[in-house]
DNA sequence: AGCGCGCTTGACGTTAAGGTAAGCATAACG
DNA sequence: CGTTATGCTTACCTTAACGTCAAGCGCGCT
C-alpha cells in the first residue's frame, strides 16, 4: 500500500498526467465520481481504476460516452436483473469490437511491416551513401 | 476490374460509406487528391487507397494530422533522399506505436474477458428464472 | 429553350473534449 | 498573520471533424 487510500486532484492529476480541468470535465460527463470533503474532491481507489479504464479507452479511439457506458461493465454493484442482462450483452458486443479492432491492428501492422521491408534496401543504400560522402547537413 | 478505374465522389460515398462532405474535407486536409474534370472530382485507385488507410486510422483513433503524413510512408514516389530517411524514420515510428496499443489492446480484451468469465453463473442463473417465470417483459 | 440532376464552392453551424481566465474560499508555511 | 499554493465554480474560448444550407454551373433530355 505505497499508494494512499484517497487522492486529491493534484495527486491524481500528477499520477495520470492530466490537467484538473480534465478530472472535472470526466465527473461532469459521470465517468467519476470522487467523494466531497466539504468542498474538495477526494480520489479513490475506485476512481483511479475508471480513470485508467478512461485513458485506455481513449487511445484506441472510442469517445468518452462510449467509454461511460462500458465502464458499468467493470464495477456494477447490483442493478435490477433486466439491466443486468443488457449490461451483460453490452459487455458482449464490446468485445467483439475489440476482438475486431485487434484484427484490423493485426492486418494493419502485417501491411507497414512489408511495406517497409520492400524499401528497405533502398534505405540502406542511401544510409550507406551517406556514411561515405557524409558532406551533407 | 470490376471496379472502374475512376470514380466519382457520389460512387465513392456509396462504397465507403461516407459523406461527400468528408471526402472534400480530407482533400481541403490534402489526405487526397482526385483528378478534375473540368470542376469534378474523379477519385483513381489510389485515392481509394489512401481513402481505406484513413478510416481504418480513424478507427484507431489517430486523427487527421497523423494520418496525413503516415500515408507518405506508402506511396511515396521519390522525394529527396534526407526526406525519405525521415520518412523511414517516422514509419518506424509509427509502426512501434501500433505494436504498443496491440499489446494494450490484448490486455484489455483479456480484462473484460476475466470480467466476463467472473460474473457469468449470475448471469446464468438469471437467464434460467427469466425462462421460468417469463411473466416480464 | 427550358428543366432537372449532380456537382461545385463558400459560409456558417455543431459537437466533443477540453483550455483559459476571473473571482472567491481555504489551507499550509514561514 | 499575511502570503502563497491549492481548490472550487462559472463562464467563455478553442480545435478537430465534419453537417447544413444557399447559390450557381454544366450537361443531357425533351
Known amino acids: 500500500m505505497t499508494e494512499p487510500d484517497q487522492m486529491t486532484i493534484r495527486e491524481m492529476c500528477d499520477a495520470f498526467d492530466v490537467t484538473p480541468r480534465t478530472l472535472r470535465f470526466y465527473e461532469?460527463?459521470?465517468?467519476?465520481?470522487?467523494?466531497?470533503?466539504?468542498?474538495?474532491r477526494?480520489?479513490?481507489?475506485?476512481?483511479?481504476a475508471r480513470l485508467k479504464l478512461i485513458l485506455r479507452g481513449k487511445r484506441f479511439?472510442?469517445?468518452?460516452?462510449?467509454i461511460r457506458q462500458t465502464l458499468d461493465l467493470y464495477d456494477r454493484e447490483g442493478g435490477n436483473s433486466t439491466q443486468l442482462l443488457r449490461t451483460w450483452q453490452l459487455a458482449q458486443d464490446r468485445l467483439a469490437a475489440m476482438e475486431a479492432q485487434r484484427?484490423?491492428?493485426?492486418?494493419?501492422?502485417?501491411e507497414l511491416k512489408a511495406e517497409l521491408e520492400a524499401s528497405a534496401p533502398a534505405i540502406e543504400s542511401l544510409k550507406k551513401a551517406a556514411a561515405e560522402a557524409p558532406e551533407d547537413h
Open 42 to 48: 477526494l480520489y479513490t481507489r475506485r476512481d483511479r
Open 61 to 66: 479511439g472510442f469517445s468518452l460516452e462510449d
Open 103 to 110: 484484427a484490423e491492428l493485426d492486418e494493419a501492422i502485417a
Open 28 to 40: 461532469a460527463k459521470e465517468l467519476l465520481n470522487p467523494i466531497r470533503l466539504g468542498t474538495r
